[in-house]
């Protein structure tokens, strides 16, 4: 086995050097976006971790990015390019970019490819992603308390695991605080659509949530909650801007760190598919400033966030009941990685119907 | 001095050949100042946007994947625009063509045979001309306006086939993702050279954009559609009924639309997904008047715009210009064109004398 893995990195190694002495002098990082590079959430949070790449490595790397790339045909042309463009490390940087990017890299076995959020993967493709499960549990603990309905708004994209998983988080973290919480949910079925996302904002105003938190891209909600007096999570980046007197704390995605350590190990010749999930311990997501809220619940969030980072608190520690009433985690169970990465239930409390 | 535009006698010969032409100088021309104030290199960017992408087999046929629906779909409307009747909604026809040729490959996902794929493509055919088949009947027989009817049933188009892979169709083994089940192998239109990823949809294209052009020069039918488009009450005292017109034409484009929806599905994507086009629909309009309404010219004006997008990419990538570059070059073009093509019906006089300025400032 060690034999194995030795040849493996050897010859990843001289494919490394290969690829590097192919392109010029500077090494090419690719990144594609599926939303604007300067779109207040997602996409802006992976443009900001990819400044903090070329700020680190100056001149020896270059990083060239195509934006709005919508998730279909036009992706796989658009990383055809950039392997062809002699980028070393392709980072595709959304869900939706996963079948393009498994095709494009059977193509091209020298590149290497980085895919955020997926599930598939291959000799030359890491996935990597983070687990902004424990933010939410952070963000479910301040919404029961700041809430005085018991009652929050969530704006979520698709219904695949990763956003149901937030949610289930989102409810367990406010359940802790408060057993009867529940939680509306509306699918904008986008990643990135203002529009939609607002006038979900809206519908869940109406229907007499007094906080919101979403799982897309925008700052749409931010600003409709601001505009309507309520308090609201940011999602992706800190929108603080979009709503200085509206958002409580938001998941901040920092991908720089990791960026960097996967081009460093590209330089070296050490890169090896992985698939990375890490979490707030890790640095990979941060929670932004505790505002607009009392000192006591500041002082809790910190704590629970505390408590995370520890490994103390696992966000997912039973007694946990799936919305049906069946039991899902005994007390003190802790639920596995696998069940989490491919989560299609909702717990108790969420006042929803997933989508069938 | 002014600048005064003067009906000409009869159209212009030269720049009704020219215009094009002209135009597509000026975007590039214009494109070029565009790249100087974004403090780009003006000559490197139009390179990389306009000559880079055809040095490579790869990207020529990425230029043929863009193009083949543009052409198919913009061939179908030139009949119906040569008719004077105004299909705006091939878009939904695009779909609807999608959504029945995916029955075969997505509801009777078991069944295994070289039959899938023509099956697919005659569904395809038929689910466009049957969506196209709704403005016609309503202008036929209601005499409602097709521009309105047509374009707004694309958007039902649209959010039905949302709902069906949000809903019935969507896959089991997707992670609840919106997207229908992968074809089988079968299902998939075949590529045509192993250098690319370019199907046979360009093949239906570039066929059905010549067989078009046949029937407009060389035969009864495509008299009639010029004599109809151009003169209702001749047309009608040559024998010809507006009202049969308006069903072939719209049967037609529908199915040229729904075909070029299939060959997309099958060809590129392989599944069904909640957006299947960029626009192709809306962009064919564009391909179908660059191109004169002669299918020869769409064949060349559907390469070119296939050309902006895959060149608006290279451009993104090279310069880091934002990606709005390839809309505002496809602005810009249809911008000129239709400027250019007032030309050919009027010429323009400088007039230096100040005598009409003055009798008309006297006539207050």
Redesign the interface.
């Known amino acids: 086995m060690k034999k194995i893995i030795l040849a493996l990195t050897t010859s990843a190694a001289v494919l490394g050097f290969a690829a590097a002495a192919s392109a010029q002098d500077k090494t090419k990082i690719c990144f594609i976006y599926v939303g604007s590079k300067t779109d207040g959430g997602w996409t802006q949070a992976h443009d900001i971790g990819r400044q903090a790449l070329q700020d680190h490595f100056g001149d020896k790397i270059e990083t060239p990015f195509l934006e709005n790339v919508p998730e279909g045909p036009d992706a796989e042309r658009a990383i055809e390019r950039m392997a062809r463009s002699g980028c070393a490390l392709v980072f595709t940087t959304s869900f939706g970019f996963m079948d393009a990017t498994i095709k494009v890299a059977e193509k091209f076995p020298d590149v290497k490819f980085e895919h955020a959020t997926g599930f598939k993967s291959a000799a030359n493709v890491a996935t990597y992603n983070a687990r902004f499960y424990e933010g939410r549990y952070i963000q479910g603990v301040i919404a029961a308390k700041l809430s005085q309905k018991g009652l929050a708004g969530y704006i979520a994209s698709f219904p695949i695991p990763e956003v149901v998983m937030g949610i289930n988080s989102f409810v367990h973290g406010a359940q802790s605080v408060n057993p009867e919480f529940k939680v509306k949910v509306i699918w904008a079925n986008t990643w990135f659509d203002p529009g939609k996302e607002a006038d979900a904002a809206k519908a869940l105003v109406d229907q007499g949530v007094d906080i919101l938190t979403q799982h897309t891209d925008t700052t749409a909600p931010m600003q409709v909650a601001s505009e309507r007096g309520i308090k609201a999570f940011g999602q992706a980046s800190d929108m603080i801007k979009a709503g200085p007197e509206t958002q409580l704390t938001a998941i901040v995605d920092t991908w720089g760190a990791y960026y960097i350590k996967r081009t460093q190990a590209v330089l070296d010749g050490t890169w090896k598919s992985e698939q990375m999930w890490d979490g707030l311990k890790d640095g990979i997501l941060t929670m932004a400033p505790y505002t607009n809220m009392p000192d006591d619940v500041k002082k809790l969030a910190e704590e629970t966030e505390a408590k995370i980072r520890s490994g103390e608190l696992h966000p997912f520690t039973g007694p946990i009941k799936k919305q049906d009433g069946s039991d899902w985690l005994a007390d003190g169970a802790v639920s596995d990685d696998g069940t989490l990465l491919g989560m299609n239930f909702y717990i108790a409390g969420v006042d929803d119907q997933l989508p069938k | 001095m002014r600048i005064e535009l003067e009906r000409r006698a009869n159209p212009s010969l030269l720049f009704s050949v020219i215009s094009p032409f002209l135009a597509l100088a000026l975007t590039v021309f214009a494109g070029g100042i565009m790249f100087a104030l974004l403090g780009k290199d003006p000559v490197s960017a139009l390179y990389s946007f306009f000559i880079e992408p055809l040095l ?1 087999i ?1 990207s020529l046929h ?1 230029i043929a ?1 863009k193009a083949a629906p543009l052409i198919l779909i913009g061939a179908g409307l030139s009949v119906c625009y040569r008719s004077n009747n105004w299909n705006i909604g091939a878009e939904g026809q695009f779909i609807a063509g999608a959504i029945a040729g995916a029955i075969v490959p997505v509801v009777f996902h078991d069944w295994h045979s070289s039959l899938v794929l023509p099956l697919m493509l005659i569904f395809g055919m038929i689910g466009g001309a049957l969506y196209a088949a709704i403005p016609a009947f309503l202008k036929a027989h209601m005499n409602t306006n097709e521009i309105l009817t047509s374009l707004m049933l694309v958007y039902i188009a649209q959010l039905f086939l ?1 709902w069906l892979v ?2 019935p169709w969507r896959s089991p083994d997707a ?4 997207v229908s089940r992968d074809f089988a192998p079968e299902a998939i239109l075949p590529e045509l050279v192993s250098s690319g ?1 370019a199907n046979l949809g360009f093949v239906f294209a570039v066929v059905a954009a010549v067989g078009l052009w046949i029937m407009m020069r060389y035969t009864l039918k495509g008299f009639e559609i010029t004599v109809l488009g151009q003169s209702e009450r001749a047309g009608r005292f040559a024998g010809f009924s507006s009202r049969r017109m308006i069903w072939f034409s719209m049967l037609l484009s529908g199915a040229f639309a729904g075909l070029a929806g299939i060959s ?1 599905v099958s060809g ?2 392989g599944k069904l ?4 086009s ?1 626009g192709y629909g809306f962009t064919a309009i564009i391909v179908a008047f660059l191109g004169r309404l002669n299918p020869l010219g769409i064949i060349a004006a559907g390469l070119f715009l296939a050309l902006t997008y ?1 060149g608006g ?2 451009v ?3 310069l ?1 210009v ?2 709005k570059v390839t809309r505002v070059f496809q602005g810009l073009l249809l911008f000129f064109v239709l400027s250019c093509d007032t030309l050919i019906q009027y010429k323009i006089r400088l007039v230096f004398s100040r005598f009409r300025q003055t009798t008309e400032g006297g006539a207050h």
């Open positions: 490579d790869w990425e994947i949302d949000r809903g992670y609840n993702f919106p990823r997309e590129v994507i997904q909640p957006v299947i960029p895959v990419e290279a993104q990538l090279t880091g934002s990606d």
